[in-house]
């Protein structure tokens, strides 16, 4: 038993009885008619679909010969059955003139008494404009008002093709409706969506610049928003479909680039972290479904832009990411994302963003924020990471030392700051800063040592701690409390001394009292008498503590081995410096073409293969080409539009000699 549908016919209150299912559309259309003979009469006119023949000028010269000829009879043969077969082919709708010359500005003018078809039963229409399951559709609205819901996109921008041509406003409206319904009105990512969307912007984009079509240059905006408006979203699902590449090739260079480029200016400081864990996705997607990019090119190069200026920024902004942006700290707390994307994410900015002017916010971030986070010391894994990012860090100020002196890229540190990265380079604390810097002109004292503590005798408490970072293990003999100008303790501490601990504390100031003697006595004189005063003297006979004065110390008590080392910091960094450099030199011959390697700077083990060694317009020295076994590069072998070698996407990286060690 068939269901049958009632469609009314508005012009005489009457019904239209039509079968839609079980039976072609034509079938359906040829029932429609022979339910309307009866209020409208027998249909009189005929509609054909006419393909569009493109005439070709042939010029034949008089000196044609008889074979010419019969290969042209031959031919013209062939043509003439073809276009029968054609012409047998051919689709027809039998309508009536007055629904044509009612619904469609087109109709009513070719039937006018003006126009020459007039008088014909027959109307041919250019089949390469209008669709035959499109102009079915069409004809179905004239006669019941109504348009079924489609399947596909495809039947929707077929059947507005046809109506705009036809000149059905209302139609064109209502199909414009029905488009935005298919496309959850572009603000959806599912999986229609994803597939949908990158046919409907062609579609819209044409009618809107050969036609200037209002309706469709509204569809196209809400498509370009919808695929480039928020890169967190768009990145992992549209641009990693085979439909995205496909319109990225099909679309002119230029649109195309807009395209990327619309991307591209949707990152910015607040949504960086975001769009680059975006990036990290769709490029672990792509990698699995397209591993030969055989057509996944287009896509990668917009993913690598924005990969690089998400980088930029968080580079720019490192300080505001580790201190109030919540998205990275959740992700050192392992709490948003992973720990592979924490990993992929200081790797290329470290590796990619890192210069003289903000290395030191990246170290104050990683070293004085990141790692300090209570997490971090129960995560094994977050903890090596961040390690490794300081030691990132650290071979970097090495290595170009003299150009951050240069720009101030330190001098933004904090002063305890600046103590704790000379610490970790083994230098002295003025040669990190510019000339200019404050703490370049101060004392020796503000630098190498803390402030000399001020020791009040107490005999009331004992207690067990250090005085200092210099003193050793303590007794409880005496309980002395320390006032320690410069730095605030919580609590009040009180302090024993040995004979071991005065010694040792009293060392470093003979090394002060060296280092000032070779620049002028009479400071160091008047500095002796004014410290000679000061005299660490026993209460009790109990005590352990050395009452010898400090101005009774010999300089030449002193080992000269114990003090050439802060001494000598600058003299021994420049060595260190030079020492690298010559590393870098030697180093860079031995590494040969083809041979494997592992990158020694990585968090995870990176293994490629050397497929370049020589100079780049990019750095300074000799660099070393790799071509990685992962996607987990930065580059193709192509640095700025300059191609050193060639291999896939995400593969390539460029490495100092020194950061790579050969697999044996």
Request: proline share 5%.
């Amino acid at each position: 038993m068939t269901t049958e549908k009632i469609y009314p016919d508005v012009r005489n209150g009457t019904l239209i009885t039509f079968f839609p299912f079980h039976f072609p559309p034509f079938y359906f259309f040829s029932l429609l008619i022979f339910s309307t003979m009866d209020i409208h009469g027998p249909p009189n006119v005929f509609i054909r679909l006419k393909p569009q023949t493109i005439p070709v000028k042939r010029r034949h010269s008089k000196s044609d010969t008889t074979e010419t000829i019969k290969r042209k009879k031959r031919h013209s043969r062939v043509s003439e059955s073809s276009d029968e077969d054609e012409s047998d082919q051919d689709i027809h709708w039998s309508c009536h003139t007055q629904i044509l010359y009612n619904e469609s500005p087109y109709f009513a003018s070719l039937f006018g008494e003006s126009f020459c078809d007039s008088k014909s039963n027959t109307t041919y229409l250019p089949a390469g404009i209008i669709d035959s399951t499109a102009f079915n559709n069409i004809v179905q609205y004239m006669y019941t008002q109504e348009v079924e819901k489609k399947e596909s996109l495809q039947e929707l921008c077929d059947m507005y093709s046809a109506a705009d041509y036809l000149g059905m406003d209302q139609l064109c409206t209502l199909l414009t409706k029905r488009m935005t319904e298919f496309v959850h009105n572009c603000t959806c990512y599912c999986q229609t969506c994803v597939t949908s969307v990158p046919y409907l912007f062609p579609f819209c984009r044409t009618r809107t610049v050969e036609l200037q079509d209002e309706r469709m240059a509204a569809m196209t905006q809400k498509s370009i928003m919808i695929l480039t408006g928020d890169p967190e979203k768009a990145l992992p699902t549209y641009w990693i479909t085979r439909h995205m590449a496909q319109l990225l090739i099909q679309l002119p260079q230029e649109i195309s680039q807009a395209l990327s480029q619309k991307v591209l200016h949707r990152v910015n400081k607040y949504n960086a972290i975001e769009s680059l864990h975006a990036c990290f996705a769709a490029s672990s997607t792509l990698s699995t479904s397209d591993p030969l990019l055989s057509w996944s090119k287009p896509l990668h190069a917009t993913l690598t832009s924005v990969q690089s200026r998400a980088t930029r920024t968080i580079a720019r902004h490192f300080d505001f990411f580790c201190c109030q942006y919540p998205a990275l700290l959740s992700c050192i707390d392992g709490i948003t994302y992973s720990f592979d994307f924490l990993e992929y994410l200081l790797l290329h900015v470290l590796e990619d963003q890192m210069d003289s002017d903000n290395v030191g916010i990246l170290y104050k971030g990683i070293v004085y924020d990141l790692m300090s986070r209570h997490a971090v010391q129960y995560n094994d894994q977050a903890k090596h990471i961040l390690n490794i990012a300081k030691v990132m860090i650290l071979q970097y100020i090495t290595r170009r030392i003299g150009d951050i002196k240069k720009h101030g890229g330190l001098d933004n540190l904090h002063e305890d700051m600046l103590k704790q990265l000379a610490d970790d380079l083994d230098v002295r604390p003025k040669t990190l800063v510019h000339s200019k810097h404050p703490l370049f002109h101060r004392g020796i004292f503000s630098f190498l040592i803390p402030s000399i503590p001020n020791l009040t005798i107490t005999s009331s408490s004992t207690h067990t701690n250090g005085l200092s970072r210099y003193s050793s293990h303590s007794t409880t003999h005496t309980a002395r409390r320390v006032s320690i100008p410069g730095r605030s303790l919580n609590h009040t501490t009180t302090h024993t001394f040995s004979s071991s601990s005065s010694a040792t504390f009293i060392s470093h100031l003979a090394k002060l009292f060296k280092k000032f003697s070779d620049r002028s006595t009479s400071p160091t004189q008047s500095l002796s008498e004014s410290r000679a005063s000061r005299t660490l003297s026993a209460p009790t006979a109990n005590t352990e503590v050395s009452t010898t004065s400090w101005s009774q110390i010999k300089v030449s008590q002193i080992k000269i081995s114990q003090i050439q080392g802060r001494e000598n910091g600058l003299f021994s960094f420049a060595k260190m410096k030079r020492k690298r450099s010559m590393k870098g030199q030697v180093s860079a011959p031995m590494i040969g073409m083809h041979r494997r390697v592992q990158l020694t700077r990585r968090p995870a083990p990176t293994v490629g293969t050397v497929m370049f060694v020589g100079h780049v317009s990019f750095g300074e020295g000799v660099w070393v080409g790799v071509e990685l076994d992962r996607r987990v590069g930065k580059n193709d072998g192509s640095v700025d539009g300059i191609r050193y070698f060639t291999c896939s996407p995400n593969r390539g990286v460029f490495v100092r000699p020194e950061d790579v060690s050969i697999v044996v």
